[in-house]
């Protein structure tokens, strides 16, 4: 009888304290298994002990008997991306500084490649490409980005800027009238004149554009030139090195 009393009490107490045990609340950053081992996670490791598997990568997963749940690293709409896509894509991206001899439309369809090859999404295309404005290009920038302008409004004010129908216009006088003054570095005359020929479309070939280009140049320079008959935008900038040596 007092053995059965004895009993009765222990298994009552063991019975209460089990049950004043403080609750199990999952802490976020651990696992615990039925052994009662505690695992931190790791970003770059998979853990796996008892019934559980925690593995830490590009997709995180988490498993258990009962339950998956699937992370994506980075949603398509989400403003946030990894540090090595903003840098690659940067590292890519051309520089803009709104001098005459640049090209705005081969600025703005190679950004607009890389941004796309890099797959940023396209609400971050005008703060990415604002940093690869230097000089006028910069200093325009300045004024307009209290706008926050779209990509579209962007695309279209830069243009409008850069190389609206004013523009445009005034280069082609400039190509097509301004010869080489005195003093003036024969390769950096052609050099600016093929830049130019570039960026507009003049409806010249090439080969009609050098020879634009020579009799543009001062008249002591003209048959040096032509003596290495150039056909192309690049020999005739390699005949500069010859005619720059001499003078």
């Not at 008249?219 to 900038?237: D, S």
């Given at each position: 009888?007092?053995?059965?009393?004895?009993?009765?009490?222990?298994?009552?107490?063991?019975?209460?304290?089990?049950?004043?045990?403080?609750?199990?609340?999952?802490?976020?950053?651990?696992?615990?298994?039925?052994?009662?081992?505690?695992?931190?996670?790791?970003?770059?490791?998979?853990?796996?002990?008892?019934?559980?598997?925690?593995?830490?990568?590009?997709?995180?997963?988490?498993?258990?008997?009962?339950?998956?749940?699937?992370?994506?690293?980075?949603?398509?709409?989400?403003?946030?991306?990894?540090?090595?896509?903003?840098?690659a894509a940067k590292d890519a991206l051309p520089e803009y500084s709104?001098?005459?001899?640049?090209?705005?439309?081969?600025?703005?369809?190679t950004s607009r490649d890389v941004l796309l090859e890099a797959k940023?999404?396209?609400?971050?295309?005008?703060?990415?490409?604002?940093?690869?404005?230097?000089?006028?290009?910069?200093?325009?920038?300045?004024?307009?980005?209290?706008?926050?302008?779209?990509?579209?409004?962007?695309?279209?004010?830069?243009?409008?800027?850069?190389?609206?129908?004013?523009?445009?216009?005034?280069?082609?006088?400039?190509?097509?009238?301004?010869?080489?003054?005195?003093?003036?570095?024969?390769?950096?005359?052609?050099?600016?004149?093929?830049?130019?020929?570039?960026?507009?479309?003049?409806?010249?070939?090439?080969?009609?554009a050098v020879e634009t280009i020579i009799q543009l140049m001062r008249?002591?320079?003209?048959?040096?030139?032509?003596?290495?008959?150039?056909?192309?935008?690049?020999?005739?900038?390699?005949?500069?090195?010859?005619?720059?040596?001499?003078?």
């Amino acid at each position: 009888m007092v053995t059965t009393s004895i009993t009765n009490v222990i298994t009552s107490t063991t019975c209460v304290n089990t049950n004043s045990r403080e609750p199990n609340h999952p802490i976020p950053g651990h696992w615990e298994n039925q052994n009662h081992r505690v695992g931190f996670s790791n970003t770059e490791n998979t853990i796996t002990n008892g019934p559980y598997t925690v593995t830490y990568g590009e997709n995180h997963t988490q498993r258990d008997n009962t339950h998956q749940t699937m992370i994506r690293d980075w949603p398509e709409e989400s403003n946030l991306l990894p540090r090595e896509n903003l840098q690659a894509a940067k590292d890519a991206l051309p520089e803009y500084s709104g001098k005459k001899e640049e090209d705005p439309t081969r600025f703005l369809n190679t950004s607009r490649d890389v941004l796309l090859e890099a797959k940023i999404p396209r609400q971050r295309w005008v703060k990415v490409l604002a940093s690869q404005l230097k000089g006028d290009a910069g200093t325009w920038w300045g004024r307009i980005r209290a706008i926050d302008p779209t990509f579209e409004e962007f695309h279209r004010e830069f243009t409008n800027k850069f190389n609206g129908p004013q523009v445009r216009a005034k280069l082609h006088t400039e190509l097509m009238g301004w010869k080489q003054y005195y003093g003036q570095p024969t390769g950096d005359f052609v050099l600016q004149k093929i830049q130019l020929f570039r960026r507009l479309n003049t409806g010249l070939d090439e080969e009609n554009a050098v020879e634009t280009i020579i009799q543009l140049m001062r008249p002591e320079h003209q048959n040096l030139i032509r003596v290495q008959k150039p056909k192309t935008f690049m020999e005739l900038n390699e005949a500069t090195y010859t005619v720059t040596d001499q003078t």
